[in-house]
Each structure stands twice: as C-alpha cells, then as structure tokens.
C-alpha cells in the first residue's frame, strides 16, 4: 500500500524562525512529490520535485528530494504569520493518483 | 489560468436528503477530475477518479451507490451524495488534471457538508 508520512504533525514556531518539515514515501511507481500550503480552503500548489538533489526556491521556501532515500523536506526560512498553515506533501503515482501525507499544522506567533 | 470552480463552498441538509456539488475547470478541459475527501485535522482521502465520458473508478471502501459522480462534459464533474447521513458530514474538494501547470493538479476550494 502506499504510504506518505509527514513530520511533524504539528509545530509552533516564533516570526523569523527557520523551519524544516519533513516527507518520507513509500509507493509503487514513483512519477513526482509535490507540496501545497492549505489555509483552511484548497490546497495551493508550491512545488513539484522529480528529481534528487535539485533544490527548488520561491521567495523564502525551498525544497529538495532524495529518491535514494526516499523523502524530501520543505524548508522556510524567516517565517511569517502568514506562513500559518497545513503544509501537505503529496506523491503522484501512475495512474495520475496522488497520495497524501497527513500534513503538518505549521502556527508562526508574532 | 487552470482554474476550478467548486460549488457550493458550504451545504447544510437533512438527513436523508441528496446534495449535489459541482467542480468545474473555467479555463482549460479536463479529462479527468478527482475527488477528495478531508475529515477535521486529517488528509486528503481520494474517493474516486472520474474520466470524461465514461464510469467513475472508486477507491476501495467508498460507495458508489452512495457516491454517485457524473462527468458529462469536459469541463464539468459532479459528486452527488444521496441518502445523507450524519457521518457524511466532511470537507469535499475536487481537483482535476491541469497539464503541466501548478504541478499538474488545480483543486476547487472546497464544499464544507454538514448533515443534520
């Protein structure tokens, strides 16, 4: 069965902090890991990542994947309360499928 | 672009009663939509998959009968849940295949279903 596993569950974090959240998969017929931000409404798309070791930035997010050792992690740096949010990680399968993990509730106090 | 449009954001009803909510892609066509569903604090579960034209592929342990979803068009899928029962009560998204943009996958705001 597949299985995508976030960590962790949840953190509280001060403005300015720097903050790593973590995925790790287990599937059959790997084709991508992707993360999206969830404000209590859809999730918004950040990244999409098919290859190791190719860091993909935007503003103060960045990401990586490790498809040796089969996780990728999800980094912000100078947090803001605007960044408080789930952040989930999802792996597309074959069969355009995605599976998610269970997400992480990120709160950043000002 | 690749937009999707869900609707209703938010239903109350009676038990016993159907609802109908309704994803459609505004800006491009999309073969294929998916619906999720999302209980307080947890993940996204994919119910079904749902291909223009043809039967909708249900993930194991989810009802068809009980949730029925229609693909009529290429820029419409609806998601009916008949017979509503308490436990019925989540949060339903849809997304649906948008190529190579936004990673592939635009999703709806959401249907926040209360049955009472």
């Known amino acids: 069965e597949d299985k995508v596993v976030q960590s962790p569950l949840s953190l509280v974090v001060h403005e300015g902090d720097t903050v790593t959240l973590n995925c790790s998969y287990e599937v059959t017929n790997f084709r991508s890991l992707l993360w999206y931000k969830q404000e209590k409404k859809a999730p918004t798309f950040l990244f999409m990542l098919?290859?190791?070791?190719i860091e993909k930035k935007s503003g103060r997010l960045s990401s990586i994947l490790d498809k040796k050792e089969l996780f990728s992690i999800l980094n912000i740096t100078a947090t803001q309360t605007g960044d408080s949010a789930v952040y989930l990680c999802a792996v597309e399968v074959y069969g355009n499928k995605l599976v998610f993990g269970a997400g992480t509730i990120l709160r950043v106090k000002s | 672009g690749a937009v999707v449009s869900q609707h209703p954001s938010r239903v109350i009803c009676k038990s016993g009663t159907s609802v109908k909510i309704e994803c459609r892609s505004l800006?491009?066509?999309?073969?294929?939509m998916f619906w999720y569903r999302q209980f307080p604090k947890q993940s996204l579960m994919l119910m079904a998959t749902s291909n223009e034209g043809s039967k909708a592929t249900y993930e194991q342990g989810v009802e068809k009968d009980k949730f029925l979803i229609n693909h009529a068009s290429l820029t419409l899928s609806t998601l009916t849940v008949t017979s509503a029962h308490p436990e019925d009560s989540s949060f339903y998204i849809c997304?649906?295949?948008?190529?190579?943009?936004?990673?592939?996958?635009?999703f709806g705001s959401g249907t926040r279903l209360t049955v009472v």
């Open positions: 997304s649906a295949s948008s190529g190579p943009l936004l990673g592939g996958y635009t």
């Open positions: 098919t290859s190791s070791g």
């Open positions: 800006d491009f066509q999309a073969t294929t």
